[in-house]
């Protein structure tokens, strides 16, 4: 090997010596943010106004973007914006009195992850004006990665079409052309065209009153990073949940919907007591057809919500509780950058189980807690050692895989062990603080670091210091005293679980009627490694496993029925892929089908059958993985 190595070290060194025109490649900046074009450094958009109209048979959004953008660098005259797909058509500087002057444009290089920097010249007196506007004419592409465009079968009431966007992280670009980055803040306001019977919602301020009619005007006037714009039309309709909040369903949803999400406006009225006033208005929920790609989105006034929460026992509202939650976390006090993303997914799952602990005990949210500390522990095998840091570098790679228990499990517990050294009091007032400092603004890690030595560590005094917070931010793992959830009930399932494994009872004698979903999962995640696939069949026409209408029941079944080859439950497997499209339900499945070291192939047929009706992303993620295993295996 030495002798390969040497002749290429020699060569780097050789150049490095005899051009002083080899650039040095920057250094890491943790405070830059790797994944957009624009040159934020020398304009700051402000506002935006879109006119669009939304055209099912095309599948394009065709209109307008009018950007009111903030010179910060007096000599720069060209504006970079980020696009992904778009197809422009004019550009113009608008002045004052409305005319318009022709800009100059045109796209660089494109770059398979980021997209393509829309490059725009300033005309005349907008080279040195300190504000001014510009107005972009573009239509989206039909494959644009923030929209997905469902055809009426796909959707519950099988006669309309109903599209919805999701721009978290980097795929708002695809649908307006924008500084798409989370460290730029921008209000906007939108006049949405639609087919007359269908209706529009944005995460802005939405009339539930709103009569239909085919054109919608709203306004965001809070400054919002662009990840945070959304919009979704289709054939919803909306019922009241409590005085300041409401949910958005297809018909034949709205019922199950208003059930399920009963506990929403107390869950506003307890997170206003805790963290501080909520700054938004109201509160909706919108929920989509099953290829909704997350748990949920926090699109402000408005989370996106995926249907395989309706469980019918409203026990997998945490994630709504979540979505709230990021009101506070997240929308008004912002990440940076997506390598600061565990500041707004960490910061939340501790103030999800905050709320859920209020509104539903304890021992429920020590459940969810065990349930997320043994996912986290099963990735800490998986996740290179570099990227298990809270804030680790991030400056390549697609910032959608950049996504993961580290950033929710282990900033709760980093969280939950602040709380344990401070006391709750202590660590309340210190949240309600920096909520209150940071409000509309975005942070990074090392300003989080700073405030909260400042803040806590000093201001409190304990014998938590600033180096074991950095060792939780820039270190691999969890620290040594990290909190270790315990809940009694989860233990007495597993407990069973062996008990079972091991003949000492009987499926009858299981008392799963008793039990949680949440216990249930525990169960069917405590199955001894050793068991035979076959021992399932008892389970599965004792407990009925295969045939849970409970989606986590169901996802942590089917990975168990893979792992496991128990192939009299492939055809239920099957359906579940198809039933349901949200990645955490759907990804964990593939993948163990994949590495089961039988059945790739029919992961990949699965897959081939089912993927037409699967999201962008959850398409692309899915095939990366079947990919990647077939690489293994060859
Ligand atoms: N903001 C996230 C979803 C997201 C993250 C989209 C990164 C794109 C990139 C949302 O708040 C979320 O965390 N959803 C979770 C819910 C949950 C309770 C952990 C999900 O979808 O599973
Ligand atoms: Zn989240």
Redesign the pocket.
């Known amino acids: 090997m030495r002798t390969i190595v040497l002749p290429i070290v020699l060569t780097a060194a050789f150049f490095a010596a005899c051009s002083d025109k080899v650039a040095e490649p920057d250094p890491y900046d943790p405070a830059h943010d790797y994944f957009t074009f624009a040159n934020v450094d020398q304009f700051a958009t402000e506002k935006i106004a879109l006119d669009l109209t939304v055209d099912f048979d095309s599948e394009q959004l065709i209109g307008s973007a009018t950007l009111t953008l903030q010179r910060l660098d007096a000599s720069e005259t060209q504006v970079i914006l980020d696009t992904r797909d778009l197809n422009v058509s004019a550009a113009h500087v608008v002045l004052a009195d409305e005319t318009l002057l022709p800009v100059e444009f045109r796209f660089g290089e494109s770059d398979a992850i980021k997209g393509t920097p829309l490059l725009l010249e300033l005309p005349g007196t907008a080279q040195s004006a300190t504000s001014f506007v510009l107005r972009i004419e573009y239509t989206t592409s039909p494959g644009s990665t923030a929209l997905q465009w469902l055809p009426p079968n796909l959707t519950a009431g099988g006669k309309h079409p109903l599209m919805f966007s999701?721009s978290?992280?980097i795929h708002a670009r695809s649908w307006v052309p924008l500084q798409d980055t989370p460290s730029v803040r921008v209000t906007y306001e939108a006049t949405i065209r639609t087919p007359p019977e269908l209706l529009a919602v944005m995460s802005a301020n939405n009339d539930p009153l709103t009569p239909r009619g085919g054109e919608y005007y709203f306004e965001m006037p809070q400054p919002i990073p662009s990840?945070l714009m959304a919009i979704a039309v289709g054939n919803i309709f909306f019922a009241p949940l409590g005085e300041d909040t409401g949910v958005y369903a297809e018909p034949e949803l709205l019922d199950a919907s208003v059930f399920e999400f009963a506990d929403t406006q107390e869950m506003l009225e307890q997170a206003e007591e805790i963290f501080g006033p909520y700054e938004w208005g109201r509160y909706d929920l919108l929920v989509l057809p099953p290829s909704f790609?997350?748990?949920?989105?926090?699109n402000p006034r408005l989370?996106f919500i995926?249907p395989s929460l309706l469980a019918g026992d409203r026990s997998l509202v945490?994630?709504v509780?979540?979505?709230l939650a990021?009101s506070w976390s997240?929308n008004l006090v912002t990440n940076a950058t997506?390598r600061d993303?565990w500041l707004?997914?960490g910061t939340?799952?501790y103030l999800?189980a905050r709320l859920m602990e209020v509104i539903y005990g304890k021992d429920r949210v020590d459940e969810e807690r065990v349930l997320?500390y043994r996912e986290l522990m099963l990735d800490l095998e998986t996740v290179p050692l570099d990227m298990q840091a809270l804030a680790p570098r991030l400056e390549t790679g697609d910032?959608?895989d950049?996504?993961g228990t580290m950033?929710?499990s282990k900033g709760d517990l980093l969280f939950t062990y602040l709380e344990n050294a401070f006391g709750r009091a202590a660590f309340d007032r210190f949240l309600k603080m920096y909520f209150d400092e940071f409000s509309f603004e975005t942070i990074n890690s090392e300003r989080f670091l700073d405030y909260l030595d400042q803040h806590l560590l000093q201001a409190e005094g304990s014998t938590v210091g600033r180096a074991q917070i950095e060792q939780w931010l820039y270190q691999a793992g969890v620290p040594d005293d990290a909190p270790v959830p315990q809940s009694s009930t989860l233990n007495a399932a597993a407990a069973m679980a062996k008990a079972w494994a091991e003949g000492e009872i009987g499926v009858a004698e299981i008392p799963i009627a008793s039990w949680s979903p949440q216990a249930t999962r525990h169960f069917v995640n405590s199955l001894p490694k050793e068991l035979a696939s076959d021992r399932l069949a008892e389970l599965d026409e004792g407990l009925g496993f295969s045939g849970t209408r409970n989606a986590e029941i169901g996802r942590t079944w089917f990975i168990q029925v893979a792992e496991r080859r128990y192939t009299p439950a492939y055809e239920q497997l099957e359906q579940f892929l198809n039933r349901y499209g949200?990645?955490?339900l759907i990804y964990p499945v593939y993948v163990a089908l994949a590495q089961n070291g039988n059945d790739l192939e029919l992961a990949r047929e699965i897959f081939d059958k089912a993927r037409s009706a699967y999201h962008p992303?959850t398409d692309v993620r899915i095939a990366r993985s079947l990919d990647a295993a077939n690489s293994q295996s060859d």
């Open positions: 999701q978290q992280a990840y790609p997350y748990g949920g989105m926090e989370s995926t945490s994630v509780a979540h979505e990021h997240g997506w993303q707004n997914e939340t799952s999800e997320s910032p959608d950049f996504q950033h929710y949200r990645g955490r992303v």
